[in-house]
Structure formats: structure tokens, C-alpha cells
């Protein structure tokens, strides 16, 4: 099913999963904030190696819950 995590934004627990399209945050809300601030001047004075995972935003594997029509 999945492992329980920290959020790394918040620190609440959460599941990691593909049920959970903001892993490994625990919301949409802690996910766009951590992408804030890479996207802000954060991201642009740390040039540190493993950023690069966050290089290109969004991955197909993790776009947003799309509900199914009826
Ligand atoms: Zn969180």
C-alpha cells in the first residue's frame, strides 16, 4: 500500500504511494510551497548536486488527481 512518511515541508505524517500524487509531501498546499521556493531566488543561489530531481517541476507519475467524469 505504501510507507508512512514526514512530510519534508511540514513534518506531518503521511503516505507514501502512488495514491498520493503530492509524495512526498503530505498536500498540495506543502508541495507547492517547496516548489516555491526553488522557483524563487532559493533554488537560484543552490546550485547543490540532487536538485536537479526538482529541475523539471512536475512529473507525468505526479500530475494532480483528475477526477473521472460519469
Ligand atoms: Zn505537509
Known sequence: ?????????????T????DNPFRP????RCRLIDLGEW???G???ASEPGLDDYSTGLE???????PTRH
Request: charged residues 25%.
Open 60 to 66: 507525468p507519475e505526479e500530475q494532480p488527481f483528475t
Open 39 to 41: 522557483a524563487s531566488e
Open 43 to 45: 533554488y537560484q543561489i
Open 25 to 28: 509531501f503530505c498536500s498540495k
Open 1 to 13: 500500500m505504501g510507507r508512512e512518511i514526514k512530510c519534508p515541508q511540514c513534518g506531518k505524517a
Open 15 to 18: 503516505v507514501y504511494s502512488t
